[in-house]
């Protein structure tokens, strides 16, 4: 994964790889989410016009590919090992896309201070668990209405009908490769036009071919979170840790508050 384009040596401080997280002031917050998900850090990442026509093919094969996988693996039944070798080999399709596409960048993130950039590490994990509120939240919403309740339940029942370890395995595993791909190899394709807006299109058509709305709606909210962190920081760093985070956490989180929130 590429290293080169980003900040200057003396821009850099490892000491300031943490930035700080947003107070109770309001200024303060808006201060965070500006640099987080509003301001881009400068970086030249350009591309030849052979190196963009080659990323785009590549990533058009990748999502023709991937696109059948992941609708195969999700319309498999709960348990059956179809499903572990499709989400398995979805894995290997988005990793092997996204680096075949050209040079992929971990990106850069603003820090309080502004005198330097650090990789973005606690910008996005913050945003992570921001999502996880947002959808903890809807989650309650959704547990009220059957047509919304049941999409949501299908998908859970893969994961109850396998060891919790394989499960976390396959989500931490496809959601690096889902970013290393959409938001590293996809979101490069795109060009300097909307990147954020196509990109996140592009991710919930995707999903669009499990037949479940409700992954597809989530698709879209994420799809533009991960995407404006990767207008900003210029790589895929950020993208993975909200990602993992939100991912990670609601697998736990999500069976149990709907079950709870769910009417007698």
């Known amino acids: 994964m590429s290293n080169r384009s980003g900040p200057s040596r003396e821009q850099r401080d490892s000491s300031d790889a943490l930035p700080s997280p947003p107070s109770n002031n309001p200024t303060e917050l808006l201060r965070f989410l500006q640099a987080a998900l509003v301001t881009p850090v400068a970086r030249d990442h350009n591309q030849t016009?052979?190196?963009?026509?080659?990323?785009?093919?590549?990533?058009?094969?990748?999502?023709?590919?991937?696109?059948?996988?992941?609708?195969?693996?999700?319309?498999?039944?709960?348990?059956?090992?179809?499903f572990y070798v499709a989400t398995g080999a979805l894995a290997c399709v988005w990793t092997?896309?996204?680096?075949?596409?050209?040079?992929l960048h971990l990106g850069w993130a603003h820090t309080r201070t502004g005198e330097r950039h650090a990789r973005p590490i606690l910008q996005p994990f913050l945003l992570g668990v921001f999502a996880v509120l947002l959808f903890s939240a809807g989650a309650v919403i959704v547990a009220q209405v059957a047509v919304l309740r049941d999409p949501v339940g299908d998908v859970l029942e893969f994961a109850a009908a396998a060891p919790i370890l394989l499960v976390a395995s396959i989500t931490l595993?496809?959601?690096?490769?889902?970013?290393?791909?959409?938001?590293?190899?996809?979101?490069?394709?795109?060009?300097?036009?909307?990147?954020?807006?196509?990109?996140?299109g592009i991710y919930a058509l995707v999903t669009i071919s499990t037949g479940n709305l409700m992954l597809v709606f989530a698709a879209g909210v994420l799809g533009?979170?991960?995407?404006?962190?990767?207008?900003?920081?210029?790589?895929?760093?950020?993208?993975?840790?909200?990602?993992?985070?939100?991912?990670?956490?609601?697998?736990?989180?999500?069976?149990?508050?709907?079950?709870?929130?769910?009417?007698?």
């Not at 999502?63 to 996988?69: A, E, I, Y």
């Not at 092997?96 to 040079?103: C, E, L, R, V």
């Not at 290393?180 to 954020?196: E, Q, Y």
């Open 173 to 200: 595993i496809n959601g690096i490769a889902e970013e290393l791909f959409f938001r590293g190899a996809a979101f490069a394709a795109i060009g300097r036009r909307h990147p954020v807006a196509i990109s996140t």
């Open 224 to 264: 533009i979170m991960v995407g404006l962190q990767r207008r900003v920081t210029g790589g895929v760093l950020g993208p993975i840790i909200t990602h993992l985070t939100w991912s990670m956490s609601m697998l736990f989180i999500l069976p149990p508050l709907l079950e709870f929130a769910t009417p007698m």
């Open 49 to 82: 016009n052979a190196q963009f026509r080659r990323r785009r093919i590549v990533v058009a094969c990748t999502l023709f590919l991937g696109s059948f996988l992941l609708g195969y693996g999700l319309t498999r039944e709960p348990g059956d090992a179809s």
């Open 96 to 103: 092997i896309g996204a680096f075949a596409s050209g040079p």
